[in-house]
Nanobody
């Protein structure tokens, strides 16, 4: 069982920055693809970004977030980061770290697919 522990959420003003971290432990051979999804109030889960530790492939964020959200996984280790800059009110959501052995499995929003962190709240408000 892979365990994911997130940190770094909080309250930030519009235009501010936050960095989320997610550390994986356990049989991390099952966590080749790591990244983030988010869920805003009353909305479905939304893919944010992911990175494949096996080959460094980045599955990029939505164009509306391009240049603002940067995912990294230094040395393909078991920690993934999401640097979020120029945050907007519409970025307010619970951000979930997720891991799966394949990108297809990662993209599933089913709670039964892959390993999920507990979620960290990001609130962008003045």
């Amino acid at each position: 069982q892979v365990t994911l522990v997130e940190s770094g959420g909080g309250l930030v003003q519009p235009g501010g920055s936050l960095r989320l971290s997610c550390a994986a432990s356990g049989p991390t051979d099952s966590a080749k693809v790591m990244g983030w999804l988010r869920q805003a109030p009353g909305k479905a889960h939304e893919f944010v970004a992911a990175i494949n530790g096996a080959d460094g492939t980045i599955y990029p964020t939505d164009p509306s977030r391009k240049g603002r959200f940067i995912i990294s996984r230094p040395d393909a280790k078991n920690t993934v980061y999401l640097q979020m800059n120029d945050l907007k009110s519409e970025d307010t959501a619970v951000y979930y770290c997720k891991a799966h052995n394949t990108v297809t499995g990662f993209m599933s929003t089913s709670a039964d697919v892959g390993y999920w962190g507990q979620g960290t709240q990001v609130t962008v408000s003045s």
